[in-house]
Protein backbone atom coordinates (compact mmCIF):
# COMPACT_ATOMS: atom_id res chain seq x y z
CA UNK A 1 0.00 0.00 0.00
CA UNK A 2 1.45 3.57 -0.77
CA UNK A 3 2.35 5.50 2.13
CA UNK A 4 0.92 9.38 2.13
CA UNK A 5 2.20 11.16 -0.88
CA UNK A 6 2.65 14.86 -0.60
CA UNK A 7 3.96 16.86 -3.42
CA UNK A 8 5.59 18.85 -4.48
CA UNK A 9 8.81 17.79 -2.55
CA UNK A 10 10.02 21.51 -3.16
CA UNK A 11 8.45 24.26 -3.88
CA UNK A 12 10.11 27.98 -4.25
CA UNK A 13 8.75 31.39 -4.60
CA UNK A 14 8.58 34.92 -4.25
CA UNK A 15 6.92 36.96 -1.72
CA UNK A 16 3.35 38.03 -2.20
CA UNK A 17 2.65 34.73 -4.38
CA UNK A 18 0.22 31.92 -3.64
CA UNK A 19 0.99 28.48 -2.85
CA UNK A 20 -0.25 25.24 -2.66
CA UNK A 21 0.67 22.03 -0.95
CA UNK A 22 -1.52 18.97 -1.76
CA UNK A 23 -1.83 15.89 -0.03
CA UNK A 24 -2.85 12.19 0.12
CA UNK A 25 -3.34 10.06 2.61
CA UNK A 26 -3.50 6.55 3.06
CA UNK A 27 -6.75 5.10 1.44
CA UNK A 28 -9.45 4.05 4.94
CA UNK A 29 -7.38 6.63 6.81
CA UNK A 30 -10.33 9.15 9.19
CA UNK A 31 -7.71 11.47 10.27
CA UNK A 32 -5.47 13.82 8.49
CA UNK A 33 -3.08 16.41 10.04
CA UNK A 34 -0.97 19.01 8.49
CA UNK A 35 2.41 20.06 10.25
CA UNK A 36 4.69 22.71 10.06
CA UNK A 37 8.72 21.87 10.63
CA UNK A 38 11.14 24.43 11.39
CA UNK A 39 14.78 24.83 13.21
CA UNK A 40 13.06 27.67 15.62
CA UNK A 41 9.93 25.94 16.55
CA UNK A 42 10.16 22.51 15.69
CA UNK A 43 7.09 20.55 14.87
CA UNK A 44 3.93 22.56 15.33
CA UNK A 45 0.42 21.32 14.63
CA UNK A 46 -1.69 23.41 11.92
CA UNK A 47 -4.95 21.82 11.69
CA UNK A 48 -6.47 18.27 11.21
CA UNK A 49 -9.41 17.02 9.89
CA UNK A 50 -12.21 13.78 10.87
CA UNK A 51 -13.73 12.35 8.21
CA UNK A 52 -12.91 15.26 5.79
CA UNK A 53 -13.93 17.81 8.31
CA UNK A 54 -12.02 19.87 10.03
CA UNK A 55 -11.66 19.57 13.94
CA UNK A 56 -9.28 21.76 14.95
CA UNK A 57 -7.67 24.66 13.04
CA UNK A 58 -5.93 26.25 16.45
CA UNK A 59 -2.35 26.36 14.84
CA UNK A 60 -3.28 28.11 11.64
CA UNK A 61 -0.53 30.96 12.15
CA UNK A 62 -2.97 33.62 10.56
CA UNK A 63 -5.58 34.40 7.88
CA UNK A 64 -3.15 33.71 5.32
CA UNK A 65 -3.40 30.06 5.57
CA UNK A 66 -6.33 27.91 4.88
CA UNK A 67 -6.71 24.23 4.59
CA UNK A 68 -9.27 21.91 2.83
CA UNK A 69 -10.39 18.24 2.45
CA UNK A 70 -12.94 17.88 -0.11
CA UNK A 71 -12.82 14.24 -0.43
CA UNK A 72 -11.28 11.27 1.14
CA UNK A 73 -8.16 11.23 -0.61
CA UNK A 74 -7.15 14.76 -1.29
CA UNK A 75 -6.33 17.70 1.01
CA UNK A 76 -4.47 21.00 0.34
CA UNK A 77 -3.04 23.57 2.33
CA UNK A 78 -2.69 26.93 0.66
CA UNK A 79 -0.59 29.95 1.85
CA UNK A 80 -2.18 33.40 0.17
CA UNK A 81 -0.03 35.82 0.07
CA UNK A 82 3.10 33.47 0.95
CA UNK A 83 5.91 35.58 2.84
CA UNK A 84 9.45 34.60 3.80
CA UNK A 85 8.61 33.28 7.39
CA UNK A 86 6.73 30.70 6.03
CA UNK A 87 9.56 29.06 4.93
CA UNK A 88 9.49 25.60 6.51
CA UNK A 89 8.79 22.04 6.14
CA UNK A 90 5.17 21.03 5.70
CA UNK A 91 4.08 17.36 6.45
CA UNK A 92 0.85 16.06 5.88
CA UNK A 93 0.09 13.01 7.95
CA UNK A 94 -2.88 10.60 8.53
CA UNK A 95 -3.99 7.74 10.88
CA UNK A 96 -7.35 5.72 11.54
CA UNK A 97 -10.05 5.91 14.05
CA UNK A 98 -9.06 4.31 17.23
CA UNK A 99 -5.30 4.69 16.53
CA UNK A 100 -4.97 8.83 15.93
CA UNK A 101 -1.78 8.54 17.51
CA UNK A 102 -0.11 6.34 15.32
CA UNK A 103 0.58 8.77 12.06
CA UNK A 104 2.33 7.95 8.94
CA UNK A 105 4.05 11.00 7.88
CA UNK A 106 4.34 11.96 3.84
CA UNK A 107 7.94 13.17 3.33
CA UNK A 108 6.86 17.13 3.43
CA UNK A 109 7.54 19.71 0.76
CA UNK A 110 10.31 22.21 1.50
CA UNK A 111 9.15 25.54 0.48
CA UNK A 112 11.15 28.46 0.35
CA UNK A 113 9.89 31.83 0.03
CA UNK A 114 12.32 34.63 -0.88
CA UNK B 1 -0.93 23.58 28.32
CA UNK B 2 0.71 20.26 27.83
CA UNK B 3 4.73 19.94 26.43
CA UNK B 4 7.56 17.90 25.98
CA UNK B 5 10.94 18.55 26.33
CA UNK B 6 14.13 16.52 25.02
CA UNK B 7 17.62 17.25 25.63
CA UNK B 8 19.32 19.29 22.73
CA UNK B 9 21.98 17.40 20.47
CA UNK B 10 22.91 16.84 18.13
CA UNK B 11 24.08 13.95 19.77
CA UNK B 12 27.23 12.01 18.33
CA UNK B 13 28.66 8.38 19.07
CA UNK B 14 30.95 5.56 17.77
CA UNK B 15 28.95 2.18 16.74
CA UNK B 16 28.15 0.14 19.54
CA UNK B 17 27.91 2.67 21.99
CA UNK B 18 25.17 3.11 24.63
CA UNK B 19 22.31 5.62 23.57
CA UNK B 20 20.31 7.59 25.67
CA UNK B 21 18.15 10.60 25.29
CA UNK B 22 15.87 12.15 27.55
CA UNK B 23 12.62 13.18 27.56
CA UNK B 24 10.15 14.75 30.45
CA UNK B 25 6.78 15.83 30.07
CA UNK B 26 4.05 18.10 31.32
CA UNK B 27 0.59 17.04 31.16
CA UNK B 28 -2.66 18.25 33.03
CA UNK B 29 -4.55 14.27 32.91
CA UNK B 30 -2.94 11.22 31.56
CA UNK B 31 -1.20 11.01 28.52
CA UNK B 32 0.25 8.47 26.04
CA UNK B 33 3.70 9.11 25.79
CA UNK B 34 5.43 8.44 22.11
CA UNK B 35 8.90 8.28 20.04
CA UNK B 36 8.84 8.94 16.54
CA UNK B 37 11.98 9.11 14.64
CA UNK B 38 12.83 11.06 10.96
CA UNK B 39 15.56 9.28 9.21
CA UNK B 40 16.86 11.92 6.33
CA UNK B 41 14.68 13.69 3.79
CA UNK B 42 11.94 11.54 5.17
CA UNK B 43 8.68 11.98 7.42
CA UNK B 44 8.12 10.97 10.50
CA UNK B 45 7.60 7.01 11.86
CA UNK B 46 6.42 6.07 15.04
CA UNK B 47 9.29 4.00 16.82
CA UNK B 48 7.56 2.78 19.85
CA UNK B 49 4.78 3.83 22.63
CA UNK B 50 3.60 3.77 26.18
CA UNK B 51 0.08 3.64 27.22
CA UNK B 52 0.14 4.14 30.74
CA UNK B 53 2.66 4.45 34.08
CA UNK B 54 4.95 1.56 33.78
CA UNK B 55 4.27 0.43 30.42
CA UNK B 56 7.62 -0.21 28.47
CA UNK B 57 7.74 0.22 24.78
CA UNK B 58 9.99 -1.69 22.71
CA UNK B 59 11.34 -1.45 18.56
CA UNK B 60 13.98 -2.10 17.27
CA UNK B 61 16.27 -2.30 20.43
CA UNK B 62 15.21 0.60 21.64
CA UNK B 63 13.27 1.26 24.99
CA UNK B 64 11.67 3.67 26.89
CA UNK B 65 9.71 3.08 30.30
CA UNK B 66 6.54 5.79 30.91
CA UNK B 67 7.90 6.73 34.48
CA UNK B 68 4.56 8.76 36.12
CA UNK B 69 6.59 9.90 39.33
CA UNK B 70 9.40 11.93 37.54
CA UNK B 71 7.12 12.79 34.19
CA UNK B 72 9.75 11.10 31.81
CA UNK B 73 10.42 8.46 28.76
CA UNK B 74 13.70 8.64 28.31
CA UNK B 75 14.74 6.68 25.06
CA UNK B 76 17.84 3.93 25.34
CA UNK B 77 19.16 1.48 23.29
CA UNK B 78 22.31 -0.84 23.99
CA UNK B 79 24.10 -0.64 20.97
CA UNK B 80 23.55 1.89 18.66
CA UNK B 81 24.35 1.48 14.57
CA UNK B 82 25.49 3.61 11.95
CA UNK B 83 21.98 3.11 10.24
CA UNK B 84 20.30 4.67 13.63
CA UNK B 85 21.37 8.42 12.85
CA UNK B 86 18.21 10.59 12.57
CA UNK B 87 16.34 13.07 14.84
CA UNK B 88 14.22 11.51 17.34
CA UNK B 89 10.88 13.30 19.00
CA UNK B 90 9.30 12.48 21.91
CA UNK B 91 5.79 13.31 21.59
CA UNK B 92 2.48 12.60 24.01
CA UNK B 93 -1.31 12.72 22.80
CA UNK B 94 -4.05 14.41 24.44
CA UNK B 95 -7.79 14.10 23.60
CA UNK B 96 -8.36 16.21 20.85
CA UNK B 97 -11.61 18.59 20.36
CA UNK B 98 -13.84 15.89 18.95
CA UNK B 99 -13.40 13.72 22.10
CA UNK B 100 -12.22 10.27 21.11
CA UNK B 101 -8.93 11.40 19.25
CA UNK B 102 -5.77 12.63 19.76
CA UNK B 103 -3.10 15.29 18.98
CA UNK B 104 0.27 14.89 18.93
CA UNK B 105 2.46 17.04 20.96
CA UNK B 106 6.05 16.96 20.07
CA UNK B 107 9.49 18.14 21.51
CA UNK B 108 11.72 19.87 19.35
CA UNK B 109 13.76 16.39 18.47
CA UNK B 110 17.22 15.46 18.93
CA UNK B 111 19.71 15.03 16.16
CA UNK B 112 21.60 11.24 16.86
CA UNK B 113 24.88 10.86 14.20
CA UNK B 114 26.65 7.12 15.08
CA UNK B 115 29.84 7.05 14.03
CA UNK B 116 31.60 3.76 12.34
Known amino acids: DAGVIQSPRHEVTEMGQEVTLRCKPISGHDYLFWYRQTMMRGLELLIY????????DSGMPEDRFSAKMPNASFSTLKIQPSEPRDSAVYFCASSRQGRSYEQYFGPGTRLTVT | GNSVTQMEGPVTLSEEAFLTINCTYTATGYPSLFWYVQYPGEGLQLLLKATKADDKGSNKGFEATYRKETTSFHLEKGSVQVSDSAVYFCALSERGSGGSNYKLTFGKGTLLTVNP
Open chain 1, 49 to 56: FNNNVPID
